[in-house]
């Protein structure tokens, strides 16, 4: 479960809106006592598929293949989802964002596309 402060650090690589989503998500783990463990196994490829600018920012697109175990469990730790033995290649594709008028140096994580 993520606590207060943890939330808070994601507020600042995320845009409004996934971190809306991101929160809800994480609430509703936490009050239905549901632990998810994600072992990062590694990337097996990763290449910005798109750049667009727009008046107000720049967005870049990044296609991610990646490997990872993901198993989620209820409060009595038995497995509801997954499998805690097997990787599985996950293909997303993270969409990052850059105000023109913000002085802060950083992109921002706008969208999460997974296929």
């Known amino acids: 479960s993520f606590a207060k402060g943890e939330k808070d650090n ?3 690589l995320l845009t409004k ?6 929160e809800q998500a994480i609430d509703h783990r936490n009050r239905e ?3 998810s463990e994600l072992t990062f ?5 990763s290449s910005i598929e798109k750049f667009e600018k727009t008046k107000n920012e ?5 296609k991610i293949i ?3 175990i ?3 469990k209820d409060k009595t730790l038995n497995i ?3 499998n805690p033995e097997k990787i599985k290649t996950v293909t997303d594709y993270w969409k990052f964002s850059k105000s023109f008028t913000s002085k802060s140096p950083n992109w921002f994580l706008a969208e999460i596309i997974s296929k």
Do not use: M, P, Q, R
């Open 58 to 62: 720049s967005v870049a697109t990044v």
């Open 10 to 12: 994601l507020k600042t």
């Open 70 to 72: 993901s198993v989620k």
């Open 80 to 82: 509801i989802e997954g």
């Open 33 to 35: 006592n549901i632990k």
């Open 17 to 22: 809106e996934i971190y809306a989503s991101f």
């Open 41 to 45: 196994v590694g990337i097996k490829e």
């Open 66 to 68: 990646s490997e990872i």
